[in-house]
């Protein structure tokens, strides 16, 4: 394709070699994938993904794969034959391990000085845990977020791993990628972009911090505006079990909210907190007299910000993501559609989860390095994919 090609996307062009792994590193080259960029991901003989088949790990998705065993003689020399052609590299070894087998920074940039040199970790480069093993749950319990959430009396919810490795990891270090990418095109230089969870998890509560040095946000769980403890921000279940969510917070939503439950009554309790256990209990048992469906039914048409809680299969199917195409279907595998969305060099799922080693003749090609076809490494399909650990 040429530049501005349909589908391309405003990252076409850019050369960016991922060093397999699990979690946020990959579905960060996910993303600049789906923006467009040429993503070829090493993966080593026996795997290293999750623990699924490879055809449905569609954070691989518009990727191109080789093999490379970086502990053979000539692997090292194997990937920065590609590092000397990329603009971006993804690594997510814990700290010394790039270093070890002979591709970290130095040694890439001795071959490349303009490539980004990202890092994606959960302790980050340097630190006391630098070197300790650690999921999602731990980075983000140890900065305050995981403690913020969940109901009062109980222990804190987990959030799944959406706010620790991707929206803390993944999305920092393509941001952070992005900045560097370009000061080196701006100014013909590289550098390392150490990404750490504990990092950005604790920079997307800044707001939060902020409201907590005024006053206007008390440190415990279910007592503030936005983290369950306000009677018209948070979810109530319905007369099937199932629930639906509320964000009445403006006095005009909040007012048309309980018109609609049938509450007028009860307006003067929204800014009156001791009110609140009151507000709580009647919006609760109105909820509880009808359906999931029926109350859906009741705010559509409404600006009280009242929206039914569905799930992942369901979501799909929401005749406003429906309409927009937030979620597409791709060789028979419903998922999340790319984004954000660009006027001029729309992106799209270009190609299905890459499989081990399936690429490298054309890579090889592409890229203009021929040792990768003289690599002796096992063929994709003798390749194990029932390996979740990253590290070598």
């Known amino acids: 394709m040429t530049a501005g090609t349909p589908g391309q996307g405003p990252l076409a062009g850019v050369r960016v070699l991922e060093l397999a792994g699990i979690g946020p ?17 090493v993966d ?5 993904g999750l623990a699924i088949d490879p055809a449905y790990d569609i954070t691989n998705r518009n990727k191109r794969s080789v093999l490379v065993d970086l502990k053979a003689p000539d692997g090292p020399d194997r990937v920065l034959d590609l590092a000397e052609r990329a603009d971006i590299l993804i690594e997510g070894y814990r700290p010394g391990v790039a270093e070890r087998l002979g591709v970290g920074p130095d040694d890439c940039h001795v071959r490349n000085p303009r490539l980004v040199y990202g ?29 913020m959430i969940g109901d009062p009396d109980g222990p804190p919810a987990v959030p799944a791993n959406l706010v620790g490795d991707y929206a803390g990891g ?3 270090l393509v941001v952070g990628i992005l900045a560097a990418l370009h000061h080196a095109r701006a100014t013909g230089t590289g550098q390392v972009v150490d990404a750490a969870i504990v990092d950005g998890a604790s920079h997307l509560a800044a707001m939060i911090h902020g409201m907590l040095a005024a006053g206007g946000w ?27 969510a509320v964000g009445a917070l403006e006095r005009q939503f909040y007012e048309e909210f309980l018109a609609l439950m049938g509450l ?14 009151e507000l709580r209990e009647a919006v609760a048992a109105r909820f509880k007299s009808r359906t999931r469906d029926e109350w859906t039914a009741v705010f559509e048409a409404s600006d009280a910000c ?10 799909p199917r929401h005749p406003h993501l429906a309409a927009r195409g937030t979620f597409t279907d791709h060789g028979g595998i419903t998922q999340p559609a790319p984004a954000p969305r660009f ?25 203009d390095v021929p040792r990768l076809l003289d690599a002796d490494v096992p063929r994709p399909a003798d390749a194990q994919d029932d390996q979740r650990e990253p590290l070598p």
């Open 25 to 41: 590193g990959p579905f960060a080259a996910m993303l600049l994938a789906d923006l467009g960029a040429d993503v070829v991901r």
């Open 44 to 48: 080593r003989p026996g795997g290293a």
């Open 119 to 147: 890092r994606m970790t959960g302790w980050g480069q340097e630190g006391p845990l630098a070197q300790r093993a650690g999921h999602d749950i731990a980075y983000i319990a140890v900065t305050g977020t995981l403690g």
């Open 170 to 172: 993944s999305l920092y």
């Open 218 to 244: 008390q440190d415990r769980r279910g007592a503030n505006l936005l983290d369950g403890g306000c009677p018209y921000y948070g979810t109530y279940e319905t007369a099937d079990g199932k629930y639906m």
């Open 264 to 277: 007028d009554d009860l307006a003067p309790a929204r800014k009156d907190w001791t009110r609140w256990g």
């Open 306 to 315: 009242v929206a039914p809680v569905l799930s992942l299969r369901e979501a």
């Open 343 to 367: 006027s001029a060099t729309p992106t799209a799922i270009r190609t299905g989860p890459a499989r081990p080693g399936a690429d490298a003749d054309d890579v090889a090609r592409d890229w």
